[in-house]
């Protein structure tokens, strides 16, 4: 029977050596990606943040736990990414970096691997991205939509300042801007930045940007 107490536990010990063959087994039992990811590797990496915040472990704990899971991402993404079939068209071309000053990738990744699995256009412009560049490489790629990940409350003027660049710039009647990560509540988003949407996770993301697509 596939472990997958036992992949949240690896990912929460970061034990990146078991991670590849508990995932794998899982797979070939049948598991479904998405529900590894959602139901175990999340809730691990939860659990890490309630730890790092409790003083139990530090950085490099919390340094493990992401190579950890991101190694069991590596076996997942190529069957996300082939798990939607239907959509065959362009859906819309996005632009998506989390933003200056923070450097957390994971949940912005996944972000980026479920909206390519529905047929977006993703152009993933990293980390630590300033107003300016999420501002410039929309504008070059002629974006529909510019996301942005916050995982720190310290990031919160970027954010701020990043829709206020993409608004005040010359395409803002032709983006729309969507902001998610743990630090960005729905309200700060909307109503204080003035983005057009917040997205708790990333298939809520995958939906509002449909949305956007389609208003
Ligand atoms: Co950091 N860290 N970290 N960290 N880290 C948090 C965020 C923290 C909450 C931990 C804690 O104290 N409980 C805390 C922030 C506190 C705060 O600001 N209030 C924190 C801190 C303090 C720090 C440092 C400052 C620690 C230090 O150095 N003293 C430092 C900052 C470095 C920097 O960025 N400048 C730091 C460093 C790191 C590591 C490098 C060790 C590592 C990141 C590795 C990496 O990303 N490659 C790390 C990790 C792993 C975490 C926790 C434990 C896990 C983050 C994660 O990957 N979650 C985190 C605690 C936590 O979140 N519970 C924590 C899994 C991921 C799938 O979820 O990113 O939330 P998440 O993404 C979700 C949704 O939020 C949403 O969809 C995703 C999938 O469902 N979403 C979007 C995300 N982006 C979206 C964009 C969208 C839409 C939805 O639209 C565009």
Known sequence: MADLEGIKQAVVKGKRKEIVGLVQAAVDEGVDPQSIISDYMIEAMKEVGARFEAKKIFVPEMMMAA????????????????????????????????????????????????????????????????P???????????????????????GDPYVKATVEALKNSDIADRIKVICGGAAVTPKYAVEVCGADGHARDAVSAVNICREFMES
């Open 67 to 130: 190579r950890t899971m991101q190694e069991g991402l590596g076996i997942l993404k190529p069957l996300l990414a082939a798990g939607d079939e239907s959509q065959t068209k362009k859906s819309g071309t996005v632009v998506i970096g989390t933003v200056f000053g923070d450097l957390h990738d994971i949940g912005k990744n996944l972000v980026v691997l479920m909206l390519e699995s529905s047929g977006f256009e993703v152009h993933n412009i990293g980390e630590n991205v300033t």
């Open 132 to 154: 300016e560049a999420f501002v410039e490489k929309a504008k070059e790629l002629d974006a529909d939509i510019v996301g942005m990940s916050s995982l720190l409350t310290t």
